[in-house]
């Protein structure tokens, strides 16, 4: 099997997850959060080092994920649903890694027919309300998703491994992957255009690549 593994945010959909769980809480604090999100994601931060204070600030609630849910599938990226399907068609098996949230990311992955996600856990009280997150899983620290490729070669043994993504974190799986993509349709981070082997501005482009 060949496997393709895939970002979630600003990749397979336009959106940050967790700045659109922000924008619920207000101006103020989606301004704040977002700014951490953009400073991690080009690398001036450790991802460890903003995640948790994220998610203090803004403490989304069940309904809050479930809405940000309903936003990937409206912000889906134009040619991913027929990228995805043809690639799977060639032998390709996705799989969405991503330092987002299951719970938000699960319908668009269903959208997609990726039935792998490996993505952050949200917990919530009986309530609803927010009690924290999966502090154990790689993508919530910094080399959590070379960690993840690692574990998905030695279950899987793939012949090939592929990774698509725009951020700083994506960049980290370079080693790990045979063919490391970048992706700039909605923020072109220069970090990651420079070191890229391959960069593309639509996934559709993917097909001539693979």
């Not at 999100?37 to 080009?42: E, I, P, V």
């Not at 940000?68 to 990228?83: D, F, H, K, Q, S």
């Not at 792998?116 to 910094?142: K, Q």
């Not at 700039?184 to 990651?192: A, D, F, H, N, S």
Request: charged share 30%; net charge negative; proline share 4%.
């Amino acid at each position: 099997m060949k496997l393709i593994c895939l970002d979630c945010d600003s990749t397979l959909s336009a959106i940050e997850g967790v700045d659109e769980l922000a924008r619920l809480r207000g101006s103020e604090v989606f301004a704040h959060v977002e700014a951490m999100t953009r400073t991690a994601m080009d690398g001036g931060i450790r991802v460890e080092d903003a995640f948790s204070r994220r998610l203090d600030i803004i403490r989304p609630r069940r309904e809050d994920a479930a809405a940000v849910g309903r936003l990937y599938l409206e912000t889906i990226e134009p040619t991913a649903a027929r990228t995805v399907a043809e690639l799977a068609r060639r032998g390709w098996t996705p799989v969405i890694i991503s330092g987002g949230f299951r719970q938000a990311i699960q319908p668009l992955a269903a959208r997609l027919g990726i039935a792998r996600v490996e993505a952050v856990d949200l917990i919530f009280e009986a309530d609803g309300s927010y009690r924290g997150f999966d502090t154990t899983f790689p993508t919530t620290r910094s080399g959590g998703k070379p960690e993840i490729i690692r574990r998905l070669r030695s279950e899987l043994a793939p012949e090939q491994t592929v990774m698509v993504g725009d951020g700083a974190s994506d960049l980290e799986t370079k080693p790990e992957v045979d063919l490391f993509v970048g992706f700039g349709r909605y923020t072109l981070r220069e970090k990651v255009r420079r070191e890229a082997e391959r960069f593309i501005t639509s996934l559709d482009q993917l097909l001539d690549l693979l």
